[in-house]
């Protein structure tokens, strides 16, 4: 086995208010990618505010991620992550 470090700091914003306070969180100059389910996020209006408050970052977004993805639907992410050069992921 090779000797190796690995660090996943994760942070969990939950409850009223949140989403606006995502552009203090994000880095400056980060190229972001929005993660979501099925949809519902645009009908409860959850969307609605994640985009006024990403407004003027480079984001895009990847959706239909399930409970538990297959690895081709994780593989296009990833294709997607190295394309367009993401450097910060926002599961909503």
């Not at 505010?49 to 639907?73: C, K, R």
Request: charged letters at 15%; one cysteine or more; aromatic letters at 10%.
């Amino acid at each position: 086995m090779y000797n190796f470090q690995y660090s996943n700091p994760t942070r969990v914003c939950f409850g009223e208010g949140q989403i606006a306070s995502l552009p203090d969180l994000i880095p400056a100059g980060s190229r972001v990618l929005v993660l979501y389910g099925g949809g519902s996020i645009k009908h409860n209006g959850v969307y609605d505010q994640l985009v006024a408050a990403l407004t003027g970052l480079d984001w895009q977004e990847f959706s239909g991620i399930g409970a538990n993805p297959q690895y081709d639907q994780l593989m296009d992410a990833v294709a997607l992550v190295k394309r367009e050069h993401i450097d910060f992921l926002l599961a909503v």
